[in-house]
Each structure stands twice: as structure tokens, then as C-alpha cells.
């Protein structure tokens, strides 16, 4: 187990940055989900999204390429919602990932199932966080329910890759700067 200030020292290392994007239909209560087929997570339901590369202009534009890849749609309105760090606390050599999420509620095109990814709209009160990462059931309220309009930031403790060992979550005005 990781002590206070070790967590401290790890949040503060040099991260990798992904993004996940979900995509909600409010009016329907439902959001879009993919399989993920292979890599990282696969078998788990998530959102979509991915590294973000060098040649990305803008995390924004990463996460709208990956939306694009994997389920072949563009996101029209989608906007960042929070910024969760996650920390791998049995691997002291791998560096924290920090995930950009963001919700679009319109967009254009038809998903479509790619090599990578196979989507399914899931009815807010049926996710399948069973067959989900672990903190996903933690955060996934504060994005669907926008009600309040807060933001939120959180770090999740990983041990052997998937085991959640404990996290901290806040809602805030607006996110911090990274
Ligand atoms: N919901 C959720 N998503 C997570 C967690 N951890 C985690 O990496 N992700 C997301 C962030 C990214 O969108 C995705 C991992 O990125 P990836 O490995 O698919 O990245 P990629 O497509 O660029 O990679 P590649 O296979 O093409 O090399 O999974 C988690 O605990 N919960």
C-alpha cells in the first residue's frame, strides 16, 4: 500500500494523457458504449477514446479522432466534463494516466461497429459496470447527470492492472490546469 506522501509524489510525475468521450442521449436516457475488442480493456464496455499523439492539435481534437476511429461518428457538441488520474501503485516505474473525459449530446454519422470497438446504447439504469473498469461506477453519475453542471476530478489506485484499491472523486467548478 502507498503511503500518503508517496501518493502525493506519485500524482505529481509526468503523466500520460488519454481521452474517453461519452456520448449521452439525454432525452432517451441512454449512452453510447463500445466493446472494446482488443488491447488494453478489452472485453470491458467503455467509452471511447484513446492516447493522445503528438500530432494531436488539442486533447479535444484527439478525442473527436477517437471517436471518429472507433465508432465511426463526430461529436458535435462535446466538452470536457472531468479529468480523472489514475495510478498504478504496484508499478512505481509506470507513470500515472491522466484521462480527459468529455460528454457530446449531438452528432452526426452512424456508429458503426470498427476493428476496434463495438457500440451499443445502454439505458442509464442498465451500464454494465459488471463487465467495466472499476472506477467507472463511481464517476459515471456525474457525467450523466448534468443537472448540477459541475465538473469533477478524481485518482484512482490501481493494483494488478484492474483491482481498484481506493480513490478520491470531487465535483468543481471548473477544472485545474495540467
Ligand atoms: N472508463 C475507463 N476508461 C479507462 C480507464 N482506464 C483507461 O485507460 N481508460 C480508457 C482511456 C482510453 O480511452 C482507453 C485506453 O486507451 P487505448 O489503450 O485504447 O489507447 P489507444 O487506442 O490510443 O491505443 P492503441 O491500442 O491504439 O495503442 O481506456 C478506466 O479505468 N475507466
Not at 479522432?65 to 504496484?90: H, M, N, P, S, Y
Not at 472499476?134 to 443537472?147: E, G, I, K, M, S
Amino acid at each position: 500500500m502507498l503511503r500518503e506522501e508517496d501518493k502525493e509524489t506519485r500524482k505529481k510525475k509526468k503523466k500520460k494523457v488519454f481521452t474517453l468521450l461519452l456520448v449521452v442521449d439525454d432525452e432517451n436516457e441512454r449512452v453510447l458504449l463500445g466493446e472494446k475488442k482488443t488491447g488494453f480493456g478489452k472485453g470491458f464496455w467503455n467509452g471511447f477514446g484513446g492516447k493522445v499523439e503528438e500530432s494531436d492539435p488539442t486533447v479535444l481534437a484527439a478525442a473527436l479522432r477517437e471517436l471518429e476511429e472507433e465508432a465511426c461518428i463526430q461529436a458535435l457538441d462535446a466538452k470536457e466534463v472531468g479529468r480523472i488520474t489514475f495510478i498504478w501503485i504496484d508499478e512505481p516505474e509506470k507513470p500515472p494516466w491522466l484521462v480527459h473525459i468529455f460528454r457530446a449530446d449531438t452528432y452526426s454519422g452512424q456508429e458503426r461497429e470498427t476493428e476496434e470497438m463495438r457500440p451499443q446504447w445502454f439505458p442509464f439504469d442498465a451500464i454494465p459496470f459488471q463487465q467495466m473498469w472499476a472506477d467507472d461506477q463511481h464517476w459515471y453519475p456525474l457525467v450523466l447527470n448534468r443537472q448540477k453542471r459541475k465538473n469533477f476530478e478524481g485518482t484512482f489506485n490501481f493494483k494488478e492492472v484492474t483491482t481498484l484499491v481506493d480513490f478520491e472523486l470531487k465535483e468543481v467548478q471548473s477544472l485545474s490546469m495540467q
